[in-house]
């Protein structure tokens, strides 16, 4: 990220995840266009997916690391204010998966969620 907006504030919240714990490291495949709870808070206007290569790292990306290989880059880019309209082709809202996720809750420990 620091390579495509210099100075970018990176924020680490995994390292504490259990190892081998699929359910605390899962992530979205390319098949699953995961809606998260912005459309509750804010909403959705439009999406885009990313499919410019400019806006990821390496030719030949990999399956299993959408968050180095796109997701990473793709928020370093917003970061820098690239134009977003840039990353891909527009997808339909309608399109999107609703994820069934329960809200985060905080207590003095920190933030907890699945």
């Not at 098949?31 to 998260?36: E, H, K, N, P, Y």
């Not at 439009?46 to 796109?70: C, L, Q, Y």
Request: proline content about 6%; glycine content about 14%; cysteine-free.
């Amino acid at each position: 990220m620091n390579g495509i907006a210099p100075g970018v504030q990176v924020i680490d919240i995994t390292h504490q995840a259990t190892p081998y714990d699929i359910a605390q490291g899962v992530g979205a495949g390319p098949s699953l266009r995961g809606l998260t709870r912005m459309q509750d808070g804010d909403g959705i206007e439009a999406v885009r997916e990313i499919r410019n290569p400019k806006w990821m790292i390496g030719a030949n990306i990999a399956s299993t690391f959408h968050g180095r290989d796109i997701l990473a880059p793709a928020g370093a880019h917003l970061a820098r204010g690239d134009e977003w309209t840039t990353a891909g082709p527009v997808v339909s809202v309608a399109s999107l998966v609703r994820l069934n996720q329960k809200a985060g809750t905080t207590d003095p420990a920190g933030l907890h969620g699945k």
